[in-house]
């Protein structure tokens, strides 16, 4: 059973940084998987903000992260890394991290692209 654990959320103050990361634990090949990042703030529907192909270069799909908001990947920890910088209050939501099943090696904004989801993990930026 794949699962996908989202970690490094927190309370910082707006100009501040995070690193997120998301680990696939027992997803084989995983560098064969486009892995993408969601949010969801307070009475808002879910958002994709920025994805990383099996190729390891990025798609953006919130115009207000970009130059912000950096996506890599580890393929040997099985780990996505989301590093938010400049960090504004309305960058606060639950992130979650989101895997497609293996052998989907393109990415797409939409949530239904994704098989695996982890719980998300609480971003406030304070102003």
């Known amino acids: 059973q794949v699962q996908v654990v989202e970690s490094g959320g927190g309370l910082v103050q707006a100009g501040g940084s995070l690193n997120l990361s998301c680990t696939a634990s027992?997803?084989?090949?995983?560098?064969?998987?486009?892995i993408a990042w969601f949010r969801q703030a307070p009475g808002k529907e879910r958002e994709g903000i920025l994805c990383?192909?099996?190729?390891?270069?990025?798609?953006y799909y919130a115009d207000s992260v970009k130059g912000r908001f950096t996506i890599s990947r580890d393929n040997a920890k099985n780990t996505v890394y989301l590093q938010m910088n400049s960090l504004k209050p309305e960058d606060t939501a639950i992130y979650y991290c989101?895997?497609?099943?293996?052998?989907?090696?393109?990415?797409?904004?939409?949530?239904?692209?994704?098989?695996?989801w982890g719980q998300g993990t609480q971003v406030t930026v304070s102003s």
């Open positions: 990383i192909k099996w190729s390891g270069s990025p798609d």
């Open positions: 989101a895997a497609a099943r293996v052998g989907t090696l393109y990415c797409s904004p939409s949530a239904s692209w994704y098989h695996y």
């Open positions: 027992e997803l084989p090949y995983h560098n064969n998987a486009a």
